[in-house]
Nanobody
Framework: QVQLAESGGDSVQAGGSLRLTCVVS????????MGWFRQAPGMEREKVAT????????YYADSVKDRFTITQHNAKNSLYLQMNSLKPEDSAMYYC????????????????WGQGTQVTVSS
């Protein structure tokens, strides 16, 4: 079992920055991929950024490339998402997730999810 708890969501103006934090507990050593996802009202949940825990290889959705950065701090069992140059279309509930089953870092392989943290960007 892996437990995930997100924090850091807030309401900001366009162009602002936020840093989301995900504290990971439980059997996190088995996680092969960690990621951030988001879901806006009426939309499907989408992958924002993922990181392979073993290779540190990262992936970013085209919509957030060069603005968002995913990092992990193993000693603190934490995953972060630094979000810069925020846009109103970034508004969504952001979820941290962990994948332990192996395979590609795709949404259907992520079995553990946090409760989410709300990000609202106003124009």
């Amino acid at each position: 079992q892996v437990q995930l708890a997100e924090s850091g969501g807030d309401s900001v103006q366009a162009g602002g920055s936020l840093r989301l934090t995900c504290v990971v507990s439980g059997n996190a050593a088995n996680a092969n991929c960690m990621g951030w996802f988001r879901q806006a009202p009426g939309m499907e949940r989408e992958k924002v950024a993922t990181m392979s825990t073993r290779s540190s290889m990262t992936y970013y959705a085209d919509s957030v490339k060069d603005r968002f950065t995913i990092t992990q701090h193993n000693a603190k069992n934490s995953l972060y998402l630094q979000m810069n140059s925020l846009k109103p279309e970034d508004s969504a509930m952001y979820y941290c997730a962990a994948q332990t089953l192996g395979g590609p870092c795709e949404i259907y392989n992520f079995g553990y999810w946090g409760q989410g943290t709300q990000v609202t960007v106003s124009s």
